[in-house]
């Protein structure tokens, strides 16, 4: 998100759990999972280790994908903004488009996304959200992502990381 604000490198499977449901129950059906997948991200303005509100967008691409016979992969766009985003923390909210090869349908995803970093520089961004239209609509959705910064000690100084790529998949829970 950030394409990983997105999905950048998403190669973790999610299960939520309801706090009330009943011990013995089934785990929700995985619709479709993507990965691993490639795409870049950019950031107005470049990340620094100060957070301050910041534009994301970015695309990519995902696949092979799986659960689905239909669906083989996907591209994406997405945007976000944050009123607090850094190279080393932030909250996102955003929106990311999803176009399913090669049947050409399209997904809408509203979606949060949580931004930590690795102690190899690496920034990683857990994104959750639902499927508000389209294909899987009201089913949840749920990407890990992982860039690196294009120079080392870029977030030290100004302008600081105005773009990355990154690596990542995707998951689609009913």
Not at 18 to 43: D, K, M, R, W
Not at 51 to 74: H, K, M, N, Q
Not at 149 to 173: F, R, T
Request: aromatic residues 6%.
């Amino acid at each position: 998100m950030h394409r990983f604000a997105v999905l950048s490198s998403l190669s973790a499977i999610i299960v939520s759990f309801s706090p009330h449901a009943p011990v013995a129950q089934a785990a929700l059906p995985t619709l479709v999972f993507c990965g691993p997948g490639s795409g870049s991200s950019e950031f107005t303005p470049g990340l620094t280790t100060t957070p301050r509100p910041t534009e994301i967008t970015g695309s990519g691409d995902l696949g092979p994908c799986v659960g689905d016979d239909r669906i083989t992969g996907a591209t994406f766009t997405f945007h976000a903004t944050s009123p607090a985003f850094s190279c080393t923390a932030g909250d996102a909210e955003g929106t990311i488009e999803i176009t399913w090869a090669p049947v050409g349908e399209t997904s809408t995803v509203d979606y949060v996304v949580n931004r930590s970093v690795r102690p190899d520089d690496q920034m990683v961004s857990i994104t959750k959200g639902t499927i508000s239209q389209g294909r899987y609509a009201g089913a949840a959705f749920t990407g890990e992502s992982v860039i690196v910064p294009p120079l080392p000690g870029a977030c030290l100084v100004e302008p600081g990381v105005p773009n990355a790529v990154g690596s990542g998949s995707a998951v689609v829970i009913q």
